[in-house]
């Protein structure tokens, strides 16, 4: 994997609702992290919140989770702890509540099974006196049986946000019905030497929507968990990420794991992250954070009255047709002569992908009905950025020669450094110096692309130093 070596795209931040996208650019303005990176925390939290609540039937007549599965592939120092702590605060807050809730719980169950075995005792105490005296023992027995339907249910926490994520601890916090959990993680050598991407059967399993789901324990116990839903969402440094495909690419390629991700690599923005004030003001988070919590209340609602139906999501009948359009599209670029022929298993969960995505999309932006043709457009262009990504990371065929892949982040550098403060003229062992592309070698052949397109052209002063001028037609473009 060296997707340093391909070019990308901007992420389609205009394909968000306006309370989703304004949030976005304002946690990307205010912290300067990887535009990528922000948007799939903010999606990370709308699947967490909602896939507990939603289902959504795609026009193929499947009745499919809202969750997904992120990886975010990042270097250190890009601020994810910083981005996830902000945007995620509604879940922590959340989950400490619940906390709080199943403490009382806790204190309540304690009373409540103290009166019950204390009851218990008796009632067993008078079962063998009659049993001794030879009197009948029918109406005790009777009472007996409605004593034991009233034993007190142990109080079980239910919280969203999860850490340890080994085979165990997946199937416990799952165990149960209709179980909603997320195994996030800022730093992905938690999930990753966990163990959870040992067990990829439970985790496509659990991605798919599986009914049930079980795992077998010593003296003949058995943890089952029905209907779970499962976000999975972590970031990891690119070696860490290089280290995991070699041991066990193969395998998770091959089960189809890798296939049902979301996945980016976005380009850093350490050194351009220039602060212009340092009390920035938020006003957008708090309206995304406001329905986040609004959705995060309705699922704790639902867990107080023990319910566990979700409410199913349907495509509008405009949509439908557009699914068809693009359900025949993938398939066309899948031919060994098509754009996709080597991502077929991303392709293949692609549009299932986008489904998810237009669900997440209507809840967060407070639609009723059907899911319109307009949501449905707002994911494909979503997924279409992935789809992209995939490819830029995981397949061969899609690699750039080093010069093109480098002269992305030099024309970055150039304008953020330089160009947007009116700076047309810089010398270029500043650029060498200062600049993302070293050694002078592949800074030369970056430049020798970038004068081919027009952007900037060379010169040579009087002590033979030179000279990097910048074309403001074409960075104002």
Same mark, same amino acid.
């Given at each position: 994997?060296?997707?340093?070596?391909?070019?990308?795209?901007?992420?389609?931040?205009?394909?968000?609702?306006?309370?989703?996208?304004?949030?976005?650019?304002?946690?990307?303005?205010?912290?300067?992290?990887?535009?990528?990176?922000?948007?799939?925390?903010?999606?990370?939290?709308?699947?967490?919140?909602?896939?507990?609540?939603?289902?959504?039937?795609?026009?193929?007549?499947?009745?499919?989770?809202?969750?997904?599965?992120?990886?975010?592939?990042?270097?250190?120092?890009?601020?994810?702890?910083?981005?996830?702590?902000?945007?995620?605060?509604?879940?922590?807050?959340?989950?400490?509540?619940?906390?709080?809730?199943?403490?009382?719980?806790?204190?309540?169950?304690?009373?409540?099974?103290?009166?019950?075995?204390?009851?218990?005792?008796?009632?067993?105490?008078?079962?063998?006196?009659?049993?001794?005296?030879?009197?009948?023992?029918?109406?005790?027995?009777?009472?007996?049986?409605?004593?034991?339907?009233?034993?007190?249910?142990?109080?079980?926490?239910?919280?969203?946000?999860?850490?340890?994520?080994?085979?165990?601890?997946?199937?416990?916090?799952?165990?149960?019905?209709?179980?909603?959990?997320?195994?996030? =993680?800022?730093?992905?050598?938690?999930?990753?030497?966990?163990?959870?991407?040992?067990?990829?059967?439970?985790?496509?399993?659990?991605?798919?929507?599986?009914?049930?789901?079980?795992?077998?324990?010593?003296?003949?116990?058995?943890?089952?968990?029905?209907?779970? %839903?499962?976000?999975?969402?972590?970031?990891?440094?690119?070696?860490?990420?290089?280290?995991?495909?070699?041991?066990?690419?193969?395998?998770?390629?091959?089960?189809?794991?890798?296939?049902?991700?979301?996945?980016?690599?976005?380009?850093?923005?350490?050194?351009?992250?220039?602060?212009?004030?340092?009390?920035?003001?938020?006003?957008?988070?708090?309206?995304?954070?406001?329905?986040?919590?609004?959705?995060?209340?309705?699922?704790?609602?639902?867990?107080?009255?023990?319910?566990?139906?979700?409410?199913?999501?349907?495509?509008?009948?405009?949509?439908?047709?557009?699914?068809?359009?693009?359900?025949?599209?993938?398939? =066309?670029?899948?031919?060994?002569?098509?754009?996709?022929?080597?991502?077929?298993?991303?392709?293949?969960?692609?549009?299932?992908?986008?489904?998810?995505?237009?669900?997440?999309?209507?809840?967060?932006?407070?639609?009723?009905?059907?899911?319109?043709?307009?949501?449905?457009?707002?994911?494909?262009?979503?997924?279409?950025?992935?789809?992209?990504?995939?490819?830029?990371?995981?397949?061969?065929?899609?690699?750039?020669?080093?010069?093109?892949?480098?002269?992305?982040?030099?024309?970055?550098?150039?304008?953020?450094?330089?160009?947007?403060?009116?700076?047309?003229?810089?010398?270029?062992?500043?650029?060498? %110096?200062?600049?993302?592309?070293?050694?002078?070698?592949?800074?030369?052949?970056?430049?020798?692309?970038?004068?081919?397109?027009?952007?900037?052209?060379?010169?040579?002063?009087?002590? %033979?130093?030179?000279?990097?001028?910048?074309?403001?037609?074409?960075?104002?473009?």
């Amino acid at each position: 994997m060296n997707p340093t070596l391909t070019l990308q795209e901007p992420y389609p931040l205009h394909a968000f609702h306006v309370v989703i996208k304004e949030a976005v650019e304002e946690v990307i303005r205010h912290v300067q992290a990887p535009d990528a990176l922000v948007a799939m925390e903010f999606l990370t939290n709308m699947s967490v919140s909602a896939q507990g609540l939603y289902d959504v039937r795609l026009p193929t007549g499947q009745i499919r989770p809202l969750s997904l599965n992120l990886l975010t592939v990042a270097d250190s120092g890009e601020r994810k702890t910083g981005v996830h702590n902000l945007v995620a605060e509604p879940l922590y807050e959340f989950d400490r509540a619940r906390t709080r809730k199943h403490e009382a719980d806790r204190a309540q169950y304690e009373h409540e099974i103290s009166v019950w075995e204390h009851i218990d005792k008796g009632l067993r105490r008078r079962l063998t006196k009659l049993t001794v005296d030879g009197k009948p023992t029918d109406e005790l027995c009777h009472q007996m049986a409605e004593h034991a339907a009233s034993k007190p249910v142990k109080p079980r926490l239910r919280r969203s946000m999860r850490q340890s994520a080994s085979e165990r601890a997946v199937m416990e916090a799952l165990e149960g019905d209709g179980e909603s959990v997320a195994f996030v =993680s800022d730093e992905g050598d938690v999930i990753i030497q966990g163990g959870a991407l040992d067990q990829l059967g439970v985790l496509n399993k659990a991605w798919d929507g599986a009914q049930m789901l079980t795992m077998d324990r010593s003296h003949g116990v058995s943890i089952v968990a029905r209907n779970p %839903r499962v976000t999975l969402s972590y970031q990891v440094q690119p070696a860490v990420l290089n280290d995991l495909l070699r041991r066990r690419g193969d395998v998770m390629r091959g089960s189809g794991h890798c296939a049902r991700y979301l996945v980016a690599y976005p380009p850093s923005t350490q050194g351009t992250r220039i602060k212009y004030r340092l009390d920035g003001e938020f006003y957008h988070l708090p309206k995304f954070h406001k329905r986040l919590r609004e959705v995060l209340d309705d699922w704790g609602r639902r867990l107080d009255a023990g319910a566990t139906e979700r409410t199913i999501l349907e495509f509008a009948e405009d949509a439908v047709r557009r699914w068809v359009g693009l359900a025949n599209e993938l398939e =066309s670029s899948l031919g060994p002569d098509g754009p996709q022929h080597d991502i077929k298993d991303h392709i293949s969960k692609a549009l299932e992908i986008t489904g998810r995505i237009a669900a997440l999309l209507h809840v967060f932006s407070r639609q009723e009905g059907a899911i319109s043709v307009d949501t449905l457009g707002r994911a494909v262009d979503i997924v279409a950025w992935h789809i992209g990504e995939f490819k830029r990371i995981f397949s061969p065929d899609h690699a750039v020669p080093q010069e093109q892949a480098d002269a992305q982040p030099l024309a970055r550098h150039l304008w953020t450094r330089y160009g947007r403060w009116n700076r047309w003229i810089v010398p270029k062992n500043g650029v060498l %110096r200062n600049g993302p592309v070293r050694p002078v070698s592949r800074l030369d052949a970056a430049l020798d692309c970038l004068i081919a397109d027009g952007a900037v052209w060379i010169t040579v002063g009087p002590k %033979r130093e030179r000279y990097i001028h910048l074309n403001p037609a074409y960075f104002a473009a």
